[in-house]
């Protein structure tokens, strides 16, 4: 069981080893039966065969809007306008080599059918059953989430 500290917390952490700062957008695309598109990872990539949220790095002088719609129209070949983006919440998370941010959009609207453009698996899964996909680290939090709020 867990105490809490002088501050009023639960399990403190040790501080966060200073590491450069990678900002990734993502989104849930929501079809008509309220399911969640997961992409798996493909070979090749780091965390190849894990499944994620669709999205990406966030470029130099780009917003996370921004580079969200153009990763969906160049990783599932969908249109997506920035005002269909519904921020959600966010992840924070410390891997090995650097700190990851990424905010979680939602989007139900899109223009064009999703298909996968980089040679990714695809799937639609009910927001139940996100726990069952085996998801990197940083997306873990994200399911209970997007599961209650769903």
């Not at 501050?7 to 399911?35: K, Q």
């Not at 410390?94 to 453009?117: A, E, I, N, S």
């Amino acid at each position: 069981m867990s105490s809490l500290d002088p501050d009023g917390c639960f399990g403190a952490l040790p501080p966060h080893r200073p590491l450069p700062v990678l900002l990734v957008s993502a989104v849930a695309l929501l079809d008509a039966d309220n399911r969640v598109l997961l992409a798996q990872r493909p070979e090749g990539k780091a965390m190849a065969g894990l499944w994620e949220f669709p999205g990406g790095k966030v470029q130099a002088n780009e917003s996370p809007e921004t580079a969200l719609v153009r990763e969906l129209r160049e990783e599932l070949g969908i249109d997506v306008t920035e005002s269909c983006l519904a921020p959600l919440t966010f992840a924070s998370h410390q891997y090995d080599d650097f700190h990851l941010m990424m905010p979680l959009y939602v989007c139900r609207t899109w223009k064009g059918q999703v298909r996968p453009m980089e040679g990714q698996s695809l799937q639609w899964v009910r927001p139940a059953r996100l726990a069952e996909f085996p998801m990197p680290p940083a997306d873990l939090p994200l399911i209970p989430l997007l599961r209650d709020w769903l």
